[in-house]
């Protein structure tokens, strides 16, 4: 697994305001799609390209084009979908899938309520989203999912992360596949009830409400 920390001024000020708890719905929802778009950077550093002949008005140029077949972006739902706008909007060549996978806040294991992944993900460049990586259980099943439908090459997006959580996916994945996980920041420790700690709460609720 390769960690990659964003370390830019302006993440670290989203990031502050995304944290603060007096920060509303309306503007944390902001807040993610505008980090996302920073993250999606160095995300998509790798993204395949093919050149690609065009004419300017002075000169034939070879510049490059997104290659086939295309990435495939999947959201962890419910707090992932606040990511996805901000990552298609780089990528707009990508396809979406979904996948709904529920943290038990008992047992901390992910359960899986939705799934709609094309069966077959051989050779395609896998971004998943998800603002939080806690214990890790949920990332490393979504990465299972791939790496069951084929996927070798894989970059998970998340904001925050807990290095708890972080050694559980690198322990997961080990040399099996090419895994890289692009973060905001890494905080500093799980709490009792497996929160990210200074973290910022839980994103699904903060992006939706609490149901
Ligand atoms: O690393 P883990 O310990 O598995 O925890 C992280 C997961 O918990 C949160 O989702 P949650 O289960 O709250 O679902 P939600 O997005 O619907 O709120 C978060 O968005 C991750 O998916
Ligand atoms: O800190 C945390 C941990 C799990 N899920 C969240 O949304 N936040
Ligand atoms: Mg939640």
């Known amino acids: 697994m390769r960690l990659h920390v964003a370390d830019?001024?302006?993440?670290?000020?989203?990031?502050?305001?995304?944290?603060?708890?007096?920060?509303?719905?309306?503007?944390?929802r902001l807040l993610v799609d505008e980090l996302v778009t920073l993250l999606a950077y160095e995300a998509t550093r790798h993204v395949r390209t093919h050149p690609h002949d065009i004419?300017?008005?002075?000169?034939a140029t070879t510049g490059v084009k997104l290659s086939e077949p295309s990435p495939i972006v999947i959201p962890i739902l419910r707090a992932g979908l606040g990511m996805l706008d901000?990552?298609?909007?780089?990528l707009p060549t990508a396809e979406v899938g979904f996948l709904?996978?529920?943290?038990?806040?008992?047992?901390?294991?992910?359960?899986?309520?939705?799934?709609?992944?094309?069966?077959?993900?051989?050779?395609?460049?896998?971004?998943?989203?998800?603002?939080?990586?806690?214990?890790?259980?949920?990332?490393?099943?979504?990465?299972?999912?791939?790496?069951?439908?084929?996927?070798r090459d894989v970059t998970c997006v998340c904001l925050l992360a807990a290095p708890e959580g972080l050694e559980v996916v690198e322990k997961a994945?080990?040399?099996?596949?090419d895994v890289q996980v692009v973060v905001a920041a890494v905080d500093e420790r799980l709490n009792d009830k497996k929160y990210i700690v200074p973290g910022l709460g839980d994103a699904g609720d903060r992006l939706y409400g609490i149901v």
């Open 8 to 28: 830019h001024p302006l993440v670290a000020h989203k990031l502050t305001v995304l944290r603060d708890k007096n920060t509303p719905s309306a503007t944390f």
């Open 55 to 59: 004419e300017t008005p002075v000169t």
């Open 86 to 90: 901000g990552m298609t909007r780089l």
């Open 100 to 151: 709904g996978l529920l943290r038990d806040e008992t047992t901390y294991e992910a359960v899986t309520y939705a799934n709609r992944l094309p069966d077959d993900l051989t050779d395609r460049q896998v971004f998943l989203l998800d603002p939080m990586l806690a214990t890790g259980g949920t990332l490393v099943a979504a990465i299972d999912y791939a790496l069951e439908r084929g996927a």
């Open 173 to 177: 994945v080990g040399d099996r596949v």
